[in-house]
């Protein structure tokens, strides 16, 4: 098991493009400045996606622009098209993110087209990438449930993880969009994806729906996977995966860890101020267990 793991904090993204209420930019600045001197290495700061479908991403223009970014911090967003990634040039962005689907319907319903023309889609955006020499990461969705399909053959997730890591995607993070995947199955599909897709660029994207998350990472960590995504406070959800909660809350991942003597690099104490910070902007407490615990009592 590694000594040390990565977090990709997703709370700009993954957390807030739920949101209905459009948070300010002002607002996911300080969130992204604020989780980035907490420590987080790769913060997922905004999705240059249609403004029609996802109208909380809109401004990531603007809030690419307006961060200072940190040296050694690296701030992704993602890119479903060549548009997109066209946007992303023109912010700055030095990493970004494509997203496909293990399952045929929820392809449909996110990105409006199948599995198949995905990867069409995603071909420019790596070409462009690598002339360019930015880094592309590769999300799969609905790895152990689909909102529409239900259970999808393990064989699915396999063929498009293999399929964006070919293509040159630094990092395959395999999602449980909707929260439903326990240990077991979670071991399961790792072995699977890890017989196409070296264990060491695996990453877990585990939202929290069912309570099943940190299990989850427990269970990919002794799978040899060292790389997660979570969301300060446990913000978020997909929009196109109704009733699904927030990724799994940072603090609690980094408590689990660091408890366990496994290193995150991030100071817990200053993600649980920016956790509460966050909660009270957006009128809500935090999702997190151990932010709650922590929490000043009135
Ligand atoms: P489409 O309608 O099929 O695209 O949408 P199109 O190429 O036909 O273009 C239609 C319109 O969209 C045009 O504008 C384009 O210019 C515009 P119009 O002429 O009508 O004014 N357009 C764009 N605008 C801005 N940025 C772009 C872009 N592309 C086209 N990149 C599209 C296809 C992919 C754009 C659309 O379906 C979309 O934006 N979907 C967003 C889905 C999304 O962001 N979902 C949430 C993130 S994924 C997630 O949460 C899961 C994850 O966390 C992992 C997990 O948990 O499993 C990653
Ligand atoms: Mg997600």
């Given at each position: 098991?590694?000594?040390?793991?990565?977090?990709?904090?997703?709370?700009?993204?993954?957390?807030?493009?739920?949101?209905?209420?459009?948070?300010?930019?002002?607002?996911?600045?300080?969130?992204?400045?604020?989780?980035?001197?907490?420590?987080?290495?790769?913060?997922?700061?905004?999705?240059?996606?249609?403004?029609?479908?996802?109208?909380?991403?809109?401004?990531?223009?603007?809030?690419?622009?307006?961060?200072?970014r940190k040296p050694g911090v690296s701030y992704p967003v993602l890119t479903p098209n060549l548009k997109g990634y066209e946007g992303a040039r023109a912010a700055?962005?030095?990493?970004?993110?494509?997203?496909?689907?293990?399952?045929?319907?929820?392809?449909?319903?996110?990105?409006?087209?199948?599995?198949?023309?995905?990867?069409?889609?995603?071909?420019?955006?790596?070409?462009?990438?690598?002339?360019?020499?930015?880094?592309?990461?590769?999300?799969?969705?609905?790895?152990?449930?689909?909102?529409?399909?239900?259970?999808?053959?393990?064989?699915?997730?396999?063929?498009?993880?293999?399929?964006?890591?070919?293509?040159?995607?630094y990092e395959i993070s395999l999602g449980d969009t909707i929260g439903v995947g326990t240990p077991r199955e979670t071991k399961a599909i790792l072995s699977a994806?890890?017989?196409?897709?070296?264990?060491?660029?695996?990453?877990?994207?585990?939202?929290?729906?069912?309570?099943?998350?940190?299990?989850?990472?427990?269970?990919?960590?002794?799978?040899?996977?060292?790389?997660f995504d979570s969301s300060v406070s446990g913000l978020g959800g997909c929009p196109y995966a109704k009733g699904a909660s927030g990724n799994v809350a940072t603090?609690?991942?980094?408590?689990?860890?660091?408890?366990?003597?496994?290193?995150?690099?991030?100071?817990?104490?200053?993600?649980?101020?920016?956790?509460?910070?966050?909660?009270?902007?957006?009128?809500?407490?935090?999702?997190?267990?151990?932010?709650?615990?922590?929490?000043?009592?009135?």
């Open positions: 098991m590694a000594a040390a793991v990565n977090i990709v904090e997703v709370g700009p993204r993954d957390g807030l493009q739920n949101e209905k209420e459009i948070v300010s930019v002002g607002t996911k600045v300080t969130l992204i400045e604020r989780l980035a001197s907490a420590g987080a290495r790769s913060v997922e700061a905004g999705a240059f996606v249609s403004p029609k479908w996802i109208p909380q991403m809109a401004a990531t223009d603007e809030v690419m622009a307006a961060i200072r700055k962005a030095d990493t970004v993110a494509v997203f496909g689907a293990a399952s045929e319907a929820f392809s449909r319903k996110n990105i409006n087209c199948s599995v198949a023309e995905s990867i069409e889609r995603f071909k420019p955006v790596f070409e462009a990438a690598k002339a360019e020499g930015v880094r592309v990461r590769g999300y799969v969705s609905c790895v152990l449930g689909c909102p529409y399909e239900g259970r999808i053959p393990v064989r699915n997730v396999v063929r498009i993880a293999k399929a964006l890591y070919d293509l040159g995607a994806v890890a017989g196409e897709v070296p264990v060491a660029k695996l990453a877990g994207h585990y939202h929290d729906t069912y309570g099943q998350a940190l299990a989850n990472i427990w269970a990919s960590l002794e799978g040899g996977v060292a790389t603090e609690d991942v980094v408590y689990s860890l660091h408890q366990s003597g496994l290193a995150t690099g991030i100071d817990l104490d200053a993600l649980i101020e920016t956790s509460l910070w966050i909660s009270e902007k957006l009128g809500r407490r935090p999702q997190s267990k151990v932010t709650l615990a922590r929490m000043p009592k009135a």
